[in-house]
């Protein structure tokens, strides 16, 4: 996996990342073991940065620094 910085920190990130905002239920109901499966998927598949934002600030694009 590769790495790159968290915003402007020196923290490191793996990419890609996970979007988790859907296994929350956010956009329709997800059952806990479709959520878990999912999540183990993700984990044996590598990803290491999970984002757990439910929605983005929808003034902005994602990759806007401001």
């Given at each position: 996996m590769r790495a790159r910085?968290?915003?402007r920190t020196s923290i490191q990130v793996?990419?890609?990342g996970?979007?988790?905002?859907?296994?929350?239920?956010?956009?329709r109901p997800v059952?806990?073991?479709?959520?878990?499966?999912?999540?183990?998927a993700a984990w044996d598949a590598g990803v290491r940065y999970y984002d757990t934002a439910p929605?983005?600030?929808p003034?902005?694009?994602?990759?806007?620094?401001?």
């Open positions: 910085p968290l915003g793996g990419t890609p996970f979007g988790a905002a859907p296994v929350g239920n956010v956009h059952g806990d073991d479709q959520a878990r499966a999912t999540l183990d929605h983005w600030n003034t902005r694009h994602p990759r806007d620094p401001t």
